[in-house]
């Protein structure tokens, strides 16, 4: 299979499973963060809530728009500049496909500056992670997909110490809840942006025996076959 493609199907379960290990990645974010306003996280709900579902219609820049919002009424949240970052990727994505269509119609200069976009939305996301690392440093989830992007820029030193430190804090977080399913499958996700796919299935099939209610690992067990 191609390398750009598993990739990109692993990144399907990273956001599958981001909303639940945001919250558990949020432990040490500021005080000002912990300690809001009553009205405060209604506030942040709605306007988080709001750009999702816009992402999840494929209304990118509309959600970028919500999100950018949020962002200037409360800087100091990290999980906006993470779902920024989630976002900026998905229209990276999007430039490639049309990149990779272009170049196979023959439209050469169609398909270079799709992928030169592509990059920069790539670029731009790895800005933004960085962002929500400066805000919260146990951001696992963070450290993860700004790996995943710096690998896809060509920034593959940088990637691989990005996935190296979520690895570290998904290690901590599991030795802590050692049944949660969520923080050992971002764990095979590793694997597999490592470019270790053999040992990403293998990983995922144990998973699965040990978890066999598991959707999750059901899933990623069919899409690493």
């Given at each position: 299979?191609?390398?750009?493609?598993?990739?990109?199907?692993?990144?399907?379960?990273?956001?599958?499973l981001?909303v639940?290990?945001?919250?558990?990645?949020?432990?040490?974010?500021?005080?000002?963060e912990q300690?809001?306003?009553?009205?405060?996280p209604?506030?942040?709900?709605?306007?988080?809530?709001?750009?999702?579902?816009?992402?999840?219609q494929?209304?990118?820049?509309?959600?970028?728009?919500?999100?950018?919002?949020?962002?200037a009424e409360?800087?100091?949240?990290?999980?906006?500049?993470?779902?920024?970052g989630?976002?900026?990727?998905?229209?990276g994505n999007?430039?490639?496909d049309?990149?990779?269509?272009?170049?196979?119609?023959?439209?050469?200069?169609?398909?270079?500056?799709n992928?030169?976009?592509?990059?920069?939305?790539?670029?731009?996301?790895?800005?933004?992670?960085?962002?929500a690392?400066?805000?919260?440093?146990?951001?696992?989830?963070?450290?993860?997909?700004?790996?995943?992007?710096?690998?896809?820029?060509?920034?593959r030193?940088?990637?691989?110490?990005?996935?190296?430190?979520?690895?570290?804090?998904?290690?901590?977080?599991l030795?802590?809840?050692?049944?949660?399913?969520?923080f050992?499958?971002?764990?095979?996700?590793?694997?597999?942006?490592?470019?270790?796919?053999?040992?990403?299935?293998?990983?995922?099939?144990?998973?699965?025996?040990?978890?066999?209610d598991s959707?999750?690992?059901r899933n990623l067990?069919?899409?690493?076959?």
């Amino acid at each position: 299979m191609d390398w750009m493609i598993m990739m990109r199907i692993i990144y399907c379960f990273v956001l599958l499973l981001a909303v639940v290990l945001v919250g558990c990645d949020s432990s040490n974010m500021d005080t000002a963060e912990q300690e809001p306003s009553q009205s405060e996280p209604q506030d942040k709900s709605k306007l988080l809530g709001q750009a999702l579902e816009l992402a999840g219609q494929h209304k990118f820049d509309e959600a970028l728009t919500v999100l950018d919002m949020l962002i200037a009424e409360y800087p100091d949240y990290a999980e906006a500049y993470f779902r920024k970052g989630n976002i900026l990727h998905g229209q990276g994505n999007l430039l490639y496909d049309r990149s990779v269509a272009m170049d196979s119609k023959g439209d050469v200069a169609a398909a270079t500056k799709n992928s030169v976009e592509s990059t920069g939305k790539f670029t731009e996301a790895v800005n933004v992670f960085n962002k929500a690392i400066e805000l919260n440093p146990d951001y696992g989830a963070a450290y993860l997909d700004r790996g995943i992007n710096q690998i896809l820029i060509d920034q593959r030193k940088a990637g691989y110490q990005s996935l190296d430190k979520a690895e570290e804090i998904f290690k901590a977080k599991l030795a802590e809840d050692p049944t949660d399913v969520g923080f050992k499958i971002q764990l095979v996700n590793i694997t597999g942006f490592r470019g270790e796919f053999r040992n990403a299935l293998e990983d995922a099939k144990a998973i699965l025996s040990e978890h066999p209610d598991s959707e999750d690992a059901r899933n990623l067990v069919l899409e690493l076959e």
